[in-house]
């Protein structure tokens, strides 16, 4: 369980971060490294944690099943977050989107609440607050993705514009959605221990 929680303050941190770099991109730039760091440390992580469920010397708080995507899925709202970073560089954006700006501060309240339910998951208070909190972070993630690509083709922007922006516009979506996939899992999980 303290790796899960490692985990969510990892995630917590990247989400920060990533807000940063869009915010003030380029002058932040030098921020997308951090986030390659979070990312590498989130990999050692989940690793850790996949060790840990494989090896079964003790009785675990979580079945393998449930472990196992659990700590798949935070992993992978670490990698599409670092994905953003490196797209910005890889693309030479040369200013923020205020779309992606917005987007980022849905991923950073997601990650919050991430992390908040991984703390609750050991004292097995209610989760629900959270879970839900996450969905309704998607749900707005999904509205302002939509938005986002409807201002790129409205405005007649350049279409390699549009190219970059897509992109980012969809790995910041993935991102969000990661959390949600999350959410599913500890639901799923809440469940079983409730029964």
């Known amino acids: ?3 899960y929680e490692e985990s969510g303050r ?29 990312e590498k440390e989130g990999d050692r992580i989940t690793h850790d944690i996949i060790h840990r469920l494989g090896a079964g010397r003790r009785r675990l708080a979580l079945d393998f099943a449930d472990g196992y995507a659990l700590a798949t899925s935070l992993d992978d ?22 779309h992606a700006v917005l ?25 629900g ?7 309704r972070l998607e749900n707005e993630g999904d509205r302002l993705s939509r938005e986002a690509l409807g201002s790129l083709f409205r405005n007649g922007i350049d279409p390699m514009v549009v190219i970059r ?20 899992v500890l639901e799923g999980i809440t469940l079983k221990r409730g029964r």
């Open 10 to 38: 990892n995630i917590q941190r990247a989400s920060l971060l990533l807000r940063d770099v869009i915010a003030d991109y380029p002058e932040r730039s030098d921020l997308a490294h951090d986030l390659v760091v979070c």
């Open 129 to 135: 607050p959270s879970l839900v909190e996450i969905h």
């Open 165 to 184: 922006w897509k992109d980012i516009f969809a790995a910041l979506e993935a991102s969000i959605d990661s959390c949600e996939k999350v959410a599913h």
């Open 77 to 98: 709202i670490l990698d599409h977050a670092e994905q953003v970073g490196d797209t910005l560089g890889i693309y030479r954006v040369e200013a923020p989107m205020e």
């Open 1 to 3: 369980m303290d790796l």
């Open 103 to 127: 987007m980022a501060d849905v991923l950073v309240g997601a990650s919050e609440q991430v992390a908040h339910a991984l703390r609750g998951l050991r004292k097995g208070v209610d989760l």
